[in-house]
C-alpha cells in the first residue's frame, strides 16, 4: 500500500469491526500469525509490517512514534476502516498510543501488550536492565557488530524472551530472519530505538499538558521475568495517561505474548472489546 511517505506491507483476514494489529522488534506482522485465527471469524484483521521492517519500505527517518502513528493512520484511512480496535506490541505499542492520542475519534479501544510507554510511568529500559536499548541506540555500531551474524543475535532474543519453549519455532525464527537479513532492514530496526528520546520528551509534554486517553484501554504484560514479561509495568504505565484502564499480567508468559499465549490473549481481547 502507497502512502504519503511509505509504501506498507498490510495482510488483512476476515470481517467485521476492524481490529489493527502493530507488531514490535525484532518481529514482522507474522508475530501475529496464531491470534489471527481465533478472530477472524468476527472481526476484520489488518496487520502492516512497520515501517522499515518487513517487506515495508525504509525510509531514512521518522522512525519515532508521531511519525510512525501517522503512517498508520494513512493507512486506515485508505482502507476504510472507520472506527478500529488497536493493539500493539512492544514498539507497535507507543505506536498505537500515539495513534490513539492524535485519532481519538477513530480508536474504539486501545490494547497494549507487554510494553511501558516511554517517558510515562515504568521506565521502558528498566534503569538499564534492558541492556540493548542503549546499544541499539548507539549510532553505527550495532549494524557494523551484528551484519553476518543476524541469526546469533536476533535468536538470543527469540530463545530470552520466551518463557514457552517452542512458540517460536525454527521455521518462525527462518521467516523472521528472511525479512532482517534484507538490506537495511536492522538499521531500521534500530532506529526506532534511536528514536525513543524524543519520543519520550513528547510523551512527558503530553503527560505535562494533562491530557488523558478517554477510550477504553486494556495493558497486558507477560507475567515471567525470567524471559523479560513486564508484568503490571504497562497498566502501571498507562494508568498514568489514561482515564479506563484494566489489565495485568499473563502467567506462563515472557515477552512474546501473541505467540507464547495466542489462545489467552483472544479470549482477554474479545471480552474487552464486548462488540
Not at 485519532?103 to 510515562?120: C, E, F, K, M, N
Not at 518462525?172 to 537479513?181: A, G, M, Q, V
Not at 510523551?203 to 477510550?215: E, H, I, Q, T
Amino acid at each position: 500500500m502507497r502512502l504519503t511517505r511509505v509504501t506498507l506491507h498490510v495482510v488483512t483476514a476476515g470481517s467485521g469491526v476492524p481490529i489493527v494489529l502493530l507488531h514490535g522488534w525484532p518481529q514482522t506482522w507474522y508475530e501475529w500469525r496464531k491470534l489471527i485465527p481465533l478472530l477472524a471469524d468476527r472481526y476484520r484483521l489488518v496487520a502492516p509490517d512497520l515501517p522499515g521492517l518487513g517487506e515495508s519500505s525504509r525510509p531514512a527517518n521518522g522512525y519515532d512514534q508521531n511519525s510512525i502513528a501517522s503512517d498508520v493512520r494513512e493507512m486506515c484511512q485508505q482502507l476504510d476502516l472507520g472506527r478500529f480496535h488497536l493493539v500493539g506490541h512492544d514498539f507497535g505499542g507507543p505506536c498505537g498510543f500515539a495513534l490513539a492520542c492524535a485519532a481519538p475519534q477513530s480508536v474504539r479501544t486501545l490494547t497494549i501488550l507487554d510494553v511501558t510507554i516511554p517517558g510515562i510511568g515504568p521506565d521502558i529500559s528498566q534503569g538499564g536492565l534492558r541492556w540493548h536499548h542503549a546499544f541499539h541506540m548507539t549510532p553505527e555500531l550495532p549494524e557494523a557488530l551484528v551484519a553476518a551474524r543476524e541469526r546469533e543475535y536476533l535468536g538470543w532474543f527469540y530463545r530470552e524472551f520466551c518463557w514457552q519453549r517452542g512458540a517460536i519455532g525454527h521455521a518462525d525464527i527462518d521467516e523472521y530472519l528472511r525479512s532482517y537479513t534484507q538490506p537495511g532492514a536492522m538499521r531500521a530496526g534500530f532506529e526506532y530505538y534511536r528514536s525513543l528520546p524524543r519520543t519520550k520528551a513528547d510523551n512527558r509534554a503530553l503527560a505535562d499538558s494533562g491530557f488523558r486517553l478517554s477510550m477504553p484501554v486494556l495493558a497486558l504484560g507477560g507475567a515471567k521475568a525470567e524471559a523479560r514479561g513486564r508484568g503490571e509495568e504497562p497498566l502501571d504505565s498507562l494508568r498514568a495517561i489514561a482515564s479506563n484502564v484494566t489489565g495485568g499480567a499473563i502467567p506462563e508468559c515472557g515477552h512474546f505474548i501473541p505467540e507464547e499465549q495466542p489462545a489467552v490473549l483472544a479470549e482477554r481481547l474479545l471480552a474487552f472489546f464486548g462488540d
